[in-house]
């Protein structure tokens, strides 16, 4: 742990310049600035709950309502590595929820956090496992949870090799996991298994769905969610081909770092293809609509009945199938899964997915899956996963520290 601090102190000045210099040139400003080193008005007594984007923010929502609505006098301090992430908490417009950008994981600023909100306990959302933040909120008393925890064998791995892990997992009061593969990971590099909580998986929890917005047939609506560099093309050459045989096809092209909205637009007009971008407000009058916003993939799982899953056509270990399967969408995927290993195994094995090795495959997985294939792979989906957790049982057993 010494080590680590010491390194952080090594590194504050150049991130405090990297932090300035997105000040010049716009992309942040001197708030959020000033918040991400421990500043802003106090919150003091409120639940902080961390998250780092959009995603985790989002799959957070119905665990944060279910906490107010246990108590209406809550609070909820909000802190996101991002801005659109802050901006997405904001715009939920509930007076009781106060965000903020999070703080560095450096001492002083941490310690000033903690000083001026004085938080009841501390939420993380997932894997956001920072060892500063844990070990100073821990020094003041300050519970520790983490709540759908994500344990990929590579993370472990990569845990293992520090010597700081066990110290981290012995400050860590409880865990929440999102599987059982996750739940081992954690008692192997150190947390006591009496600190284990009910199993959650936050993105299969009930939220609050928006609309579809549309207008399309869901049956006849392919999504291809979160695809990074290198995927984006097969998927249009295969969409390109299934769409030759099915006129009526249409994709959602929804890229997992919206900034290459530009390059990925080249790539469609090379197909032919007609498009729409989210961002720029275009009407969905195409073959292909370009989704490059972020805080929205619930509206697209909602408007899709066939879902081609990101990273796992190139090797980014896959997203996550518990939020496809539970907006009852038939699951397509590349071989690379390894972030979900035992979850794809599942879907797999009972006919909730299908494994496309190439565009060939998604190509002939588009073109075939009709109305009555999706319902059957996403009700397959749903009972090769189970049903959604209780978020009831989950924040029981976290009461006696909130």
Avoid at 41 to 55: D, F, T
Avoid at 57 to 77: D, F, K, Q
Avoid at 163 to 187: K, P
Avoid at 221 to 248: C, K, M, N, Q, Y
Wanted: glycine residues 8%; hydrophobic residues 45%; proline residues 6%.
């Amino acid at each position: 742990m010494t080590a680590y601090r010491f390194l952080t102190y090594i590194f504050a000045l150049p991130v405090l310049i990297a932090l300035v210099w997105r000040v010049s040139r716009r992309s942040e400003s001197w708030v959020h600035l000033r918040q991400r080193l421990g500043g802003g008005a106090p919150v003091e007594g409120a639940l902080w709950l961390h998250a780092a984007s959009n995603g985790e923010l989002t799959s957070a929502r119905a665990l944060i309502e279910t906490l107010l609505a246990e108590n209406p006098e809550r609070r909820v301090l909000v802190t996101t590595n991002t801005v659109s992430a802050q901006d997405l908490a904001v715009g939920w417009g509930d007076p009781r929820i106060i965000a903020r950008l999070a703080p560095l994981d450096h001492a002083l600023g941490l310690r000033g956090f903690l000083r001026r909100h004085k938080p009841h306990a501390l939420l993380i959302v997932e894997n956001e496992l920072w060892p500063n933040r844990i070990a100073l909120a821990r020094r003041r008393g300050i519970p520790v949870i983490v709540i759908g925890a994500r344990m990929s064998q590579r993370s472990a791995a990569r845990w293992a090799k520090l010597s700081l892990a066990r110290q981290i997992m012995a400050q860590i009061t409880a865990v929440s996991a999102q599987d059982a593969e996750s739940e081992a990971r954690f008692v192997e590099l150190g947390l006591a298994e009496s600190r284990l909580l009910p199993r959650i998986n936050l993105k299969t929890a009930p939220q609050a769905r928006s609309a579809a917005p549309l207008g399309w047939p869901r049956a006849s609506t392919i999504l291809a969610a979160s695809t990074h560099e290198g995927e984006d093309a097969p998927v249009l050459e295969a969409f390109a081909r299934a769409h030759a045989a099915r006129p009526e096809l249409r994709l959602i092209l929804a890229p997992r770092h919206p900034r290459r909205s530009a390059e990925i637009a080249t790539l469609i007009a090379r197909t032919g293809l007609r498009h729409a971008t989210r961002s720029m407000g275009d009407p969905p009058d195409v073959e292909v609509y370009l989704a490059d916003t972020l805080g929205e993939m619930d509206n697209w799982y909602a408007s899709a009945g066939l879902c081609f899953i990101g990273g796992s056509l190139v090797d980014k270990g896959g997203h996550t199938p518990f939020e496809p399967a539970a907006h009852h969408c038939a699951i397509l995927h590349g071989p690379y899964v390894s972030n979900f290993t035992a979850a794809y195994g599942a879907l797999d094995a009972q006919g909730g997915a299908i494994l496309c090795r190439n565009a060939a495959g998604l190509a002939e997985a588009m073109r075939d899956l009709g109305v009555a294939e999706q319902t059957q792979m996403a009700q397959a989906a749903r009972d090769a996963l189970g049903p959604p957790e209780d978020l009831e049982r989950l924040t029981e057993a976290m009461r006696r520290w909130l």
